[in-house]
């Protein structure tokens, strides 16, 4: 079956501009959770949602982050006036229902800011 | 605060020799424990997962870990190494829907 899926695969835009970055859970998976990894990092959470509601958004780093999941299935991170230091990859994860249920993570956007 | 540390950055072990991954966590109450593998150009894979019961866990691709509470711990084992093993392995700790990563390890494999 389709695993996570996210969409570009690569970014590359200039500072002070905004982007989106599109991931397609696993069908079913309530559960959905971006994370970003830095470079020689492990990943660090930033968001959960549990169906279209954000349960816990207390890894966002700053207002310039934020994402929807308007219909509990595909999710947006967007990312406004970009800096340089946002430069990673961004990994998306789902699960069945949270609870620790099994996060299934896909490849990742690679986002950098020039 | 919920931290994990994975105390080795780079590991390399020759083909057929055993291999243990060290992860060192703070957490406070009973934490959930994984580890995940990394390929390059790869997504994150489960490799195995302790919630409770049995502090010895087998993953899949032959690893397991062995959860030991009075020394926050949680290393990853294998006991002969494939050259397909090489790759990124990280530790993490979670409540319910918040997974603490460490660094990481890159394990590197001789032939």
């Known amino acids: 079956g389709a695993g996570v899926s996210q969409t570009p695969s690569n970014k590359v835009t200039e500072k002070g501009k905004y982007v989106e970055l599109r991931c397609d859970p696993i069908?079913?998976?309530?559960?959905l959770y971006w994370y970003r990894q830095s470079l020689g990092q492990g990943p660090e959470f930033l968001i959960y949602?549990?169906?279209?509601?954000?349960?816990?958004d207390s890894g966002l780093p700053n207002d310039r982050f934020f994402a929807v999941r308007p219909e509990g299935s595909v999710s947006t991170l967007k990312i406004q006036r970009t800096e340089r230091g946002d430069s990673a990859v961004y990994l998306c994860a789902s699960s069945w229902s949270g609870s620790a249920d099994t996060q299934y993570f896909g490849p990742g956007t690679r986002l950098t800011v020039l | 605060a919920q931290s994990v540390t994975q105390p080795d950055i780079h590991i390399t072990v020759s083909e057929g020799a055993s291999l243990e991954l060290r992860c060192n966590y703070s957490y406070g109450a009973t934490p959930y424990l994984f580890w995940y593998v990394q390929s390059p150009g790869q997504g994150l894979q489960l490799l195995l997962k302790?919630?409770?019961?049995?502090?010895l866990v087998q993953g899949i691709k032959g690893f397991e870990a062995e959860f030991k509470r009075s020394q926050s711990s949680f290393n990853l084992r294998k006991p002969s190494v494939h050259w397909s093993d090489a790759a990124e392995y990280f530790c993490a700790v979670g409540p319910q829907n918040k997974f603490y990563f460490g660094s990481g390890t890159k394990l590197n494999v001789k032939p």
């Open positions: 069908s079913g998976h309530t559960a």
């Open positions: 302790y919630f409770s019961g049995d502090t």
């Open positions: 949602f549990q169906g279209t509601g954000a349960a816990d």
